[in-house]
């Protein structure tokens, strides 16, 4: 049976939260370049916003562009003046890290009952992939390619903050990560703009609903702005250099797509941009998000990024680095405590004109009206969060749904090695993280608790009983691993701390232990990778991405007893597992995966889900090879051929290549497989050529691409159908390839379906030598397939 897919026929606004999904979203929504959020824009919000406004003594203005937060010697002068006097002068405008209504409602109904103007607090918080139910960590999201889940992802998360008392979170973080070494890879969609841009948009209709006045809607906080990804030898906090084309092209498409889809709020960057601090640029936060965008919510800084800017020696003082963040557009200091102590004396002097703080105040003031907090400032306490049948089982849809199987070989006497029979084998699991549930929670956790978890080993247990047998094998890290980690905190003059996963005694021992488990059992199940909190997330680049400690060694102990051997892998970023990739039948990528990451895993690993995940970030081959993603540029000098003409054909050597390793990606973005195969037929265009005229910026398609799918194997499956784009003949080099369009197609055995992607300007514009978005004549490739690897072609003209 065959079904077509026309996606140009469906409604824009629907593909959006449509598992299938392609640029008819896009289209939809990037047109309007001064699309601000409407509820922020309203007339009678603003007309409210005004009234307040004019009301405002200068030292009230302040007190709104001050955020504190709990639990930290914070506020003005050391804090020596306490938050509820704070609060009741009308020094304060936002908290972070008070959640639970007790406390979020004590110091609500001083600012409500006691302060003169009785402005609500606006209390955020980070929760970037659950509040308490916590979900898969937002890169493993990402390999779901699916929207629509990562809105739903959002929407519990929107729930359960506000039951804490928390209407804005600080998330999405929509930075283009493309270097591994970078720890908030983990937080990012990966290494591509559109993909990225995709999930942006989920994330912002999850949590806000379109309509921030909702009761479980969240304002977000869009954050890095901008390229903080871009950290150079992914180094986080480093500096950032690029061209304008890279920062538009590149680097801005998910943070454009956020505002286009209503975002309330944006967070500054920690980083410079080609000089200028993230929190100190009126280009980007002006220029880019106010004038080109039309962005009319709020700017908080990241934490400390204000008193920060001192470092980044862009002033003498903390006046004049707090002035030169709020002229540049940051309405709120986070944590910076310079807003509070520098403003007043510089607006008086004439320094800082008055209408500059007004503006910032405005903004602040709309997302507290939008958000409904002067009507419904108190929240209604809730019992004890205990996670329901519901949470679990969106929880575990969820992980199974995210997770990548890299490779699936078959072994000697069968079939591919996975899925594992269901009939009793006696199996045995063995590394630091099969039972570690804290781990399971990966970085930014939010409240979400291990004693909620089920570890891989709680949930193979329920399945085999007294057939599983398991070993730990060894430490996430090895002893040696603490000393350099504590060394280089000692040199860099940081307090030491110890790492969150400890060595597990001599791994030697254990090792050996290990080993003589996996002799006695059928097949063994290695469960490594990295410490969640330690290793990766804010402050965690590493240099290394091979396996941390001793945990190599305990791979190739294991593999070396001839049983045949599954790697799943709990990481945060992509990993160098070369050695893996040659010598072990099967690999798993299963991320941190929340608190049902145990269950779905073993329904991965058993069949009972056929995966579907695909990477959206390039695994190495060697650290080296780093930042490394699929759109790479072309080169006057591309390589070919291979390593073994060396030096035989010394002309191999002066090519755009490595001596010592492939270009290429271990496993590239897009790569997936299925316990089923797909085959794909030549895409086909329904139009050979088209005119620049065509393809006008507002027009949704100029043409369309359509490729037949077929389910060749012998189970259903779900295919992510992935179209790239190459411009031949363009006045700026363009990438290799570059993805413009996405499906995920669900097949029966035998069943063929016909995907078509709609192309108009979103997909064939770039930003010429101007920094102009423009479309040119050339000739396009076209390449259809299950992976940036994909190799079904045509073309189409542009005159």
Same mark, same amino acid.
């Given at each position: ?112 009952? +006691? ?60 930075? @283009? ?17 559109? $993909? ?112 920060? $800017? ?27 405590? $310079? ?28 997302? +507290? ?38 490779? %699936? ?10 899925? &594992?029979?269901? +009939? ?31 570890? $891989? ?92 400690? %001793? ?25 160098? @597992? ?54 790479? &540029? ?28 492939? %270009? ?136």
């Amino acid at each position: 049976m065959k079904k077509t897919f026309n996606l140009s026929l469906v409604p824009a606004a629907l593909l959006c939260v449509t598992a299938v999904f392609s640029i008819g979203c896009s289209v939809a929504v990037a047109f309007a370049q001064a699309a601000p959020n409407s509820q922020l824009a309203s007339k009678e919000l603003n007309a409210r916003v005004e009234k307040l406004l004019k009301q405002m003594t200068l030292e009230e203005k302040i007190g709104q562009t001050v955020q504190y937060a709990a639990g930290f010697a914070t506020g003005p002068a050391g804090a020596k003046v306490s938050y509820d006097e704070l609060t009741q002068q009308g020094k304060i405008g936002s908290m972070l890290n008070v959640y639970g209504a007790d406390k979020t409602n004590h110091y609500q109904h001083i600012a409500m009952e +006691k302060a003169r103007l009785h402005i609500p607090i606006l209390f955020g918080q980070d929760v970037i992939h659950g509040m308490h139910t916590t979900f898969p960590v937002p890169l493993a999201l990402s390999t779901s390619w699916d929207p629509k889940l990562v809105e739903g992802v959002a929407r519990t998360s929107a729930i359960e903050s506000r039951a804490e008392g928390i209407p804005w979170v600080f998330s999405p973080m929509v930075d @283009i990560a493309r270097d591994a070494r970078w720890g908030r890879i983990v937080e990012s969609a990966g290494e591509d703009p559109y $993909l990225g841009s995709a999930v942006a948009r989920a994330w912002v209709s999850g949590y806000q609903q379109g309509d921030l006045i909702k009761p479980d809607s969240v304002a977000v906080s869009v954050k890095h702005f901008a390229a903080y990804g871009a950290a150079i030898a992914g180094r986080d906090y480093n500096a950032t250099d690029m061209s304008d084309i890279t920062l538009r092209q590149v680097y801005l498409p998910p943070y454009h797509a956020a505002v286009d889809a209503g975002a309330a709020t944006v967070m500054s960057s920690f980083n410079s941009i080609n000089g200028v601090p993230g929190t100190a640029n009126p280009y980007t936060l002006t220029q880019i998000l106010r004038k080109e965008w039309g962005f009319d919510g709020l700017v908080v800084s990241d934490w400390g990024a204000v008193a920060e $800017l001192l470092n980044h020696a862009i002033g003498p003082d903390g006046a004049t680095v707090a002035r030169k963040a709020l002229v540049a557009g940051v309405d709120m200091d986070m944590e910076g405590n $310079l807003y509070g102590t520098t403003l007043a004396a510089q607006i008086r002097s004439g320094a800082i004109p008055e209408s500059v703080l007004d503006e910032a105040v405005r903004r602040i003031l709309r997302v +507290k009206f939008a958000l409904g907090l002067f009507e419904h400032p108190y929240n209604e306490p809730t019992p004890v969060y205990q996670p329901t049948a519901e949470n679990r089982t969106q929880a575990r849809a969820v992980a199974a749904e995210t997770i990548v199987l890299l490779k %699936n070989d078959a072994v000697e006497g069968t079939g591919a090695l996975l899925p &594992m029979s269901k +009939k009793a084998k006696t199996v045995a699991l063995i590394g630091p993280l099969a039972d570690s549930a804290k781990d399971m929670l990966g970085s930014w956790g939010a409240l979400g608790d291990p004693k909620f978890v089920v570890s $891989l080993r709680q949930a193979l247990q329920e399945r085999l009983g007294d057939k599983l047998l398991y070993a730990v094998g060894c430490g996430v890290l090895s002893g040696k691993d603490e000393e350099v980690i504590q060394h280089a905190q000692f040199i860099d003059q940081q307090p030491a701390m110890a790492p969150k996963q400890e060595a597990v005694g001599d791994d030697t021992k254990t090792i050996a232990e290990a080993v003589e488990t996996a002799k006695k059992a059928d097949v063994a199940i290695l469960a490594l990778g990295e410490s969640a909190d330690w290793m990766t997330g804010e402050a965690s680049s590493r240099t290394r991405l091979d396996l941390p400690g %001793n945990q190599e060694q305990l791979l190739e102990a294991v593999a070396a007893t001839g049983k045949p051997v599954v790697l799943v892998l709990f990481t945060g970023r992509p990993s160098e @597992i070369k050695w893996a990739g040659t010598h072990i039948p099967a690999i798993v990528e299963a991320w941190f995966p929340g608190i049902e990451g145990g269950h779905a895993v073993a329904d991965v690993l058993f069949g009972d889900v056929n995966p579907s995940a695909k990477l959206t970030t390039s695994f190495p081959r060697a650290v080296g090879q780093e930042p490394l993603y699929y759109a790479q &540029m072309p080169t006057g000098r591309p390589a070919h051929g291979d390593l073994s003409q060396l030096p035989a054909n010394a002309a191999e050597k002066f090519m755009s290549r490595y001596l010592d390793e492939e %270009n290429s990606a271990l496993f590239p973005f897009g790569w997936g497989l299925s316990y089923t195969r797909f085959s794909y037929g030549k895409p086909v265009v329904d139009k050979a050529q088209i005119a620049v005229k065509d393809a006008p910026a507002g027009r949704a398609a100029a043409l369309t691409v359509g490729v037949d799918v077929r389910n060749t194997g012998s189970v259903a499956g779900t295919e992510v159908v992935q179209l790239y784009l190459r411009n031949t003949s363009a006045s700026v080099e363009q990438p290799l390839r570059e993805l413009k369009g996405f499906a995920r197609v669900t097949l029966a055995p035998g069943e063929s379906k016909h995907v078509e992607f709609p192309l108009g300007f979103d997909e064939l514009s770039f930003y010429n030598v101007e920094s102009k978005r423009i479309v040119e004549p050339t000739t396009y490739k076209v390449f259809v397939g299950g992976s940036s690897l994909a190799s079904a072609e045509t073309s189409f003209d542009v005159k």
